[in-house]
């Protein structure tokens, strides 16, 4: 498991390597895409640019989420995280949009392409590109348990499947130009960026959605609650009953906290004794997280004129 200081290392390479891969797959889309004036290639450097602008939000929520707690921010600045997703999630579904609109405007005013092979070359070359960062983000996503480089991964995913249907649909074009069917040609590049653009636009919504979410501390999906519950009633002692657990997610970090009923015979250092136990029992099997754990009398001992 990386130490804070390694994920931060980790974290910070990748966003490098996806600014790298980013700029090198603009100026590729762009500028075969104005050369022959494609609308498909436009949306693909449009996609590499949000890439490229997400990870310089992610290189300034690095360096936030990294900070310890202070007197603004008691619960840490892991909030950032899910907003800079949030906000990466919109910025592909504007794109999303606004393709489809110039492609619905070129399907109106049909013109073909000015050429089909170079439009094969590059895009290919971009989805070679992108697979070997989409690998190498994946690797990295993997060894820091970094929510933030899975969501960079999914990213580079999409943008890498998109290049791979732009190839395949320029090939399309090439095949139908050489076999003289030029009326069809000029309806494959709008068409292609519709299609691509629809797939691709239910991703960064339901991105938004699980963010927004958590930006709002409802309690952690993906079975999370439901997992850290088992956790805790596998760990307390068969005296304890759980009261109360509240939970909440902050970009990497989960905020537990429980409440135990206890019996009139748990004093004081018992109890503290017990709940630092359970704290590191839980982040034992948890990870990263930040527990609070309080005890409550039982209602019997409650009955027996015990004071709260």
Not at 85 to 96: E, H, M, P, Y
Not at 139 to 151: E, I
Not at 209 to 225: C, K, T, V
Not at 264 to 275: G, H, I, K, P, T
Request: charged share 20%; hydrophobic share 50%.
């Amino acid at each position: 498991m990386y130490s804070a200081s390694d994920r931060k290392q980790q974290q910070t390479l990748a966003v490098r390597v996806s600014m790298a891969g980013s700029i090198a797959l603009f100026l590729i889309s762009a500028g075969v895409g104005i050369a022959v004036d494609s609308v498909t290639l436009i949306l693909d450097a449009a996609a590499s640019l949000i890439i490229l602008t997400s990870a310089f939000l992610m290189n300034f929520a690095i360096n936030k989420i990294h900070k310890p707690a202070d007197d603004m921010y008691n619960f840490g600045y892991g909030k950032y995280e899910p907003l800079i997703v949030s906000v990466q999630g919109i910025l592909i579904f504007a794109t999303c949009v606004f393709a489809i609109k110039f492609a619905i405007q070129d399907i109106v005013h049909a013109e073909d392409i000015a050429n089909h092979f170079l439009p094969v070359v590059a895009t290919f070359a971009a989805s070679v590109l992108g697979v070997f960062i989409s690998l190498y983000l994946r690797r990295l996503s993997r060894r820091t348990g970094s929510a933030m480089l899975h969501a960079a991964t999914l990213h580079w995913y999409m943008d890498t499947a998109l290049s791979f249907g732009v190839c395949f649909g320029f090939i399309c074009g090439l095949l139908l130009h050489r076999m003289g069917f030029l009326k069809m040609t000029p309806y494959v590049d709008p068409v292609m960026a519709i299609i691509l653009a629809l797939i691709l636009i239910g991703i960064p919504v339901k991105t938004v959605m699980r963010n927004i979410l958590e930006l709002l501390d409802a309690a952690p999906g993906d079975n999370s609650y439901n997992r850290i519950k088992k956790v805790v009633d596998t760990r307390k002692p068969k005296s304890l009953g759980v009261h109360r657990m509240r939970t909440r997610k902050a970009g990497e970090k989960i905020f537990i906290d429980v409440i135990f009923t206890a019996n009139d015979n748990l004093n004081l250092v018992q109890a503290e004794e017990l709940a630092n136990r359970l704290e590191g029992d839980i982040k034992s099997d948890l990870g990263n997280c930040d527990i609070v754990i309080r005890f409550k009398p039982s209602k019997l001992a409650c009955s027996a004129g015990i004071p709260a």
